[in-house]
């Protein structure tokens, strides 16, 4: 089907969005025709939703398509093109037939795009990038003393950034965006941090100065809330309406989502759940308080009582080496811990009533002995067995865990987030093809 089927031979060719535009249109039928910025967001929420369906399905027809969103089979067939030109979506195989002409199968093209993703921890950052599957294309660590230096950080990240995407190299006109995590309250809005007690960071400025700098989208979000992200974009989570991602490790996080939206509280400090004081005058915790949920159970808390018990400072290899040979105190204070962990984790169950908890981050490699006394805590102690109908899932963990789930946070803003006007950052307002890279995106890339 052409862009230009109800056009006069007279008439100039109309640019693909405006095809589009005339297609959304019809589709309000004999309603007034809305000013032009709401025929534009319609467009993008269209284009949006059959990207998503396309990308869920993994391969899907146009007819199946029409039939799931909803929308006509001419506006389908007019955004398709928009997305085969742009190379968003790729024709793959044919169905078979049950009748007539066998379908053909559309896809999400995974190279269509790439996304950088960091993780800032105060020893430095690990950089992935990654394209639309979320799968690893190049990695790195750098590790530069982050604690108390914003500047550093920034100047680090465009380093790393330039540095890694040679390594991938991937065309520059499809580099989507750069995603950061770190631990902290972030104001998302604006890319701010702040607060964060493990950088020792306050009101921090970062997603602006390295836009001016890189000249790529930035977008910054809690840590282990770019986890949650990720789930829902490629992993366990993918369908799943109500869930948590529950992060241990040196910290402990919780990325909370509810009716398929990240919950980030009204000053963006939802789910800084190992924050929570649960023995007034207990252990002092990194953030300076008494008792804190992380300061009983994160792996600092293991190490220093382990060492109590050993008479020496534990350091993590040590503490993971005690628990493969089975030494009796660090299993009894793992053991001690988890359950400690699981009750705090089966009252948030009956508060929220998710249907998937998912439990990842550096302190799964303990295993069995501080996982299983979290999940039977779970199951026994929630309101009404609320517990034993949840799905639970635990995650293999690597290092570039938290990197991923950065880059996934572009990758849903790149493909989720309809605008109006040509300043969008979805991936369909930007062109496919290698010569069309900005000279700012060209000479970034390319040091």
Known sequence: MTRNQSSASDQPERSSNEALDAKNERELGA????????????????????????????????????RQSQLSAPTVSAIVEHLLERGIVIETTTAPSSGGRPPVLLSVDPKAGYVVGIKLRGDGLTTVVCDIDAEIIASQDY??????????????????????????????????????????IIETSSGVCKFSH???????????????????????????????????????????????????????????????SLYRGARGAGGEFGHMIVEPGGPKCECGRFGCLEAMVGEGALRRRVGERKGHEVSRDELLTLVEL????????????????????????TLLNPELLIICGEGTSLGSVFIDPIVSAVREQTFADLGRDLEIKVQDWGDEAW???AATLVLRESFNLPGADDRSQAIWHRSGSSSSATTSEASFVNG
């Open 31 to 66: 309603r007034p025709s809305p000013p032009r910025a709401s025929r534009s967001l319609l467009r993008d929420i269209n284009v949006g939703l059959l990207i998503e369906l396309v990308r869920q399905a993994g391969s899907i027809s146009r007819a199946e398509l029409a």
């Open 143 to 184: 590790y530069v003393p982050l604690v108390g230096d914003p500047v550093a950080a920034i100047a680090a990240i465009e380093h790393e950034t330039r540095r890694v995407l040679r390594a991938a190299a991937v065309p520059p006109s499809k580099v989507l965006g750069v995603g950061i995590g770190l631990s902290g």
């Open 198 to 260: 493990l950088l020792q960071w306050r009101d921090v400025e970062l997603a602006e100065p390295l836009r001016r700098r890189m000249g790529l989208p930035v977008w910054v979000e809690n840590d282990v809330n770019t986890l949650a992200i990720a789930e829902k974009w490629a992993g366990d989570a993918s369908t799943a309406q109500d869930f948590l991602t529950l992060s241990v490790g040196r910290g402990i996080g919780l990325g909370i989502v509810i009716n398929r």
């Open 326 to 349: 089975g030494d009796s105190a660090a299993l009894e204070v793992i053991d001690s811990a988890g359950r400690k962990l699981g009750l705090a984790v089966a009252n948030v169950i």
């Open 403 to 405: 990197a991923v789930g």
